[in-house]
């Protein structure tokens, strides 16, 4: 039976952190104490964007979380101290009216520093990371009807190699025309996706695999389709791809279903390293 989750994605595709810090941009008021002990629920809710947008609430997550959050990067873009994953808070933010979403994560990074005494620098390294290419055969993918205005356009805007990614604006006007819903059919994950890129496709497989998705495919148009796989083994090497028994990987699922592929590659990555951070909030 199929089990349909909505989700919301951050489709903002430029990085918070390679900006500088805007240290005047502040929640009104802000409450940080730590989670309860085997609390039931997980998870963030509230803030721009969302039906609650003037009340961020963190429940029970994570400090490391709440760090990838703030700075809009993925668990293998962080370094640090190895009890971040350990250390799990609840922390309810007033966020003044007409704030964006790009302004409440650097508001939630001045709460860090001055809460936590969090002090964090960028720098790159080699690393491996998965471009997504043209399979063999050719894409299998149905461009959307609703496709106007998207291609010829915003060639330029799709990265064509590492580091090179959509303006916010450009992501936003795309984010605005996507869709997508994603569950549960017996043991396969299945995400239906609407008038969507290859680049803000390349971000939901990076936020399921163990290292970075660059859209290298050279695609600027908008797609409609379904992509189903078992979500076992999603840490295994691209060039594998075999079948576990509950249903095709991602990688064979890409190549069979939208007619892409995963090639593992190695380039710059950007990592946000923490210098300094207590464990212990100052009080409220």
């Given amino acids: 039976m199929l089990r349909w989750i ?3 994605l951050p489709f903002c595709l430029w990085s ?15 409450s940080v104490k730590r989670a309860v002990p085997q609390a039931p629920s997980v998870g963030m809710g509230g803030g721009p964007g969302t039906p609650d947008p003037g ?5 029970n997550m994570q400090l490391s979380s709440i760090i990838l959050y703030a700075y809009n990067v993925r668990s293998f873009q962080l370094s640090g101290p190895a009890w971040l994953d350990g250390e799990r808070f609840d922390i309810v933010a007033k966020v003044p009216a007409g704030t964006t979403r790009k302004q409440s994560q650097v508001m939630l ?37 609703d496709n106007e205005g998207n291609a010829k356009q915003e060639a330029s805007a799709g990265p064509a190699a590492l580091g ?23 043991n396969s994950l299945r995400i239906q996706c609407s008038r969507m890129g290859t680049a803000e496709l390349a971000q ?19 797609y409609d389709f379904t992509l189903e796989y078992s979500p076992e083994g999603l840490a295994g090497p691209a060039e594998r791809g075999q079948e576990n028994g509950s249903g095709p990987t991602i ?34």
């Fill in 6 to 8: 909505p989700s919301f």
């Fill in 16 to 30: 918070v952190l390679a900006q500088v810090p805007d240290r005047s941009l502040r929640f009104e008021v802000a």
């Fill in 55 to 59: 009340r961020l609430t963190v429940t």
């Fill in 109 to 145: 990074q001045n709460l860090l520093a001055e809460r936590f005494k969090l002090v964090v620098h960028k720098e790159s390294k080699e690393a491996l990371f998965y471009a997504l290419v043209i399979g063999r055969g050719g894409v299998r993918m149905r461009e959307s009807p």
């Fill in 164 to 186: 090179k990614e959509r303006s916010p604006e450009r992501s936003a006007e795309r984010a605005a025309r996507a869709g997508m819903m994603m569950g549960f059919s017996g």
């Fill in 204 to 222: 939901i497989l990076s936020e399921n695999l163990d290292r970075m998705v660059v859209d290298q495919t050279g695609l600027t148009a908008l």
């Fill in 251 to 284: 990688f064979s699922a890409l190549q069979d279903q939208l007619g892409l592929k995963l090639e593992s590659r190695k380039g710059p990555v950007d990592l946000i390293v923490v210098d300094s951070i207590e464990k212990d909030p100052t009080e409220n």
